[in-house]
């Protein structure tokens, strides 16, 4: 199973842990406790961190959520028999519905782009395997920057021309 598809809680033992200080905005709280967080996934080697808030649990979570979504984007994983039972959950009449901030975001960005390679980037075919349209897949990419820009490097790097 893909990284970023594992539940926040499930993910984190995998993960290495530091904590550390950060200047910037959030006064003397900010200055003398450690609430930065800092995550390396260990199996893969990606790291994701967040320190612009005064909690180091609140901290934690947003880092959390910057790894799997950096899971998402960098790491691939052969793609199941068909979608998932998250990704079917999230259609209904063509239409993938969540929104960039949510907890299933970075699990069906991942689950997306994995269908995109091994469909060796053709977007109809990814599109018609996850009972969606190609541009419901693009939408979904465009809405974390980082996504549709790994895979317009890949077309790119395929003589595809870039989504837009």
Known sequence: MHPARLAPDALLPDCTETRTKRSGPGGQHRNKVET??????????????????????????VALFRLRLRLAVVHREPPEAGPSPLWRSRVRDGRLAVAGGHDDYPALV??????????????????????????????LLEKEPAALGALNRLRGTAGLKPLR
């Open 36 to 61: 930065a967080v800092i995550l390396l996934h260990r199996p893969t080697g990606i790291m994701a961190e967040a320190s612009e808030r005064r909690s180091q649990a609140d901290n934690r979570r």
């Open 110 to 139: 991942a689950e997306a782009l994995d269908w995109i390679v091994a469909a060796t980037l053709d977007m109809p075919t990814a599109a018609a395997a996850l009972g969606v349209s190609s541009s419901q897949l693009v939408s």
